[in-house]
């Protein structure tokens, strides 16, 4: 576990941490590596400071642009999902936002791609990752929408915004065996989808209804 993020959560209690873990085990998350990483994970680091004050709630949070930073929940959940593949080593991460699920991912897959069309998003979460000394992430500032082709394939692609439909091009840069982990539909109506690929076959499952804020073309 990276010592840098053990150092980052000293400003919470332990116990405030605890709470959370048990709530989110209650939820139905079993995984121990994904629930040490959240206890250990610093999400006041990843909000704003007036809000810091809630970080560990399972709650989500606005974080500017529109956007916001997920539910411990939501981020236990779909991590816990993409490992059940396996031992998956590359993942591609669409919509970095503020960085948080990018630095849970971090200690869990040794290659961490991570793509956001928000510049002034992803130069904080930059730093965030620099001052956590989490140096198995790779940043590109990119429309969502087309993945990251030129590291592809990875074993497992998690998006954290909604499409209306399925990308495509996401299915594309799956390796054999991956797994993509997406909420998919229009706001209201969306539900957290697993697809896996087999070959040349594609298997999806729905997961849960979920909330997201809906991914979008184009940079800015």
Not at 68 to 97: C, W
Not at 154 to 181: C, K, N, S
Request: aromatic share 6%.
């Amino acid at each position: 576990m990276n010592s840098r993020l053990i150092q980052g959560v000293g400003m919470t209690s332990q116990r405030t941490r605890n709470r959370l873990v048990e709530e989110l085990r209650k939820k139905g998350i079993t995984n121990e590596q994904v629930l040490q990483v959240i206890s250990v994970t610093p999400r006041h680091l990843f909000m704003e400071e007036a809000l810091s004050s809630r970080a560990y709630e399972n709650i989500s949070l606005p974080i500017g642009h529109g956007q916001t930073i997920s539910q411990p929940y939501t981020v236990a959940k779909m991590t816990e999902v993409l490992l059940e593949g396996g031992n998956p080593k590359r993942i591609l991460e669409v919509g970095t936002g503020s960085g948080y699920q990018t630095a849970v991912l971090s200690p869990l897959f040794r290659s961490v791609f991570t793509v956001e069309r928000i510049a002034p998003l992803l130069e904080k979460a930059k730093k965030r990752f620099r001052e956590l000394k989490l140096n198995n992430i790779l940043c590109d500032y990119s429309d969502g929408n087309w993945g990251w082709k030129s590291k592809a394939p990875f074993d497992a692609i998690i998006v954290t915004a909604a499409p209306e439909t399925l990308p495509a091009t996401l299915l594309d840069q799956l390796a054999d065996g991956g797994r993509l982990v997406i909420p998919v539909g229009k706001k209201g109506k969306q539900e957290l989808h697993l697809y896996q690929r087999e070959g040349d076959d594609i298997i999806s499952k729905q997961l849960e209804v979920v909330s997201f804020v809906p991914l979008l073309a184009g940079r800015s």
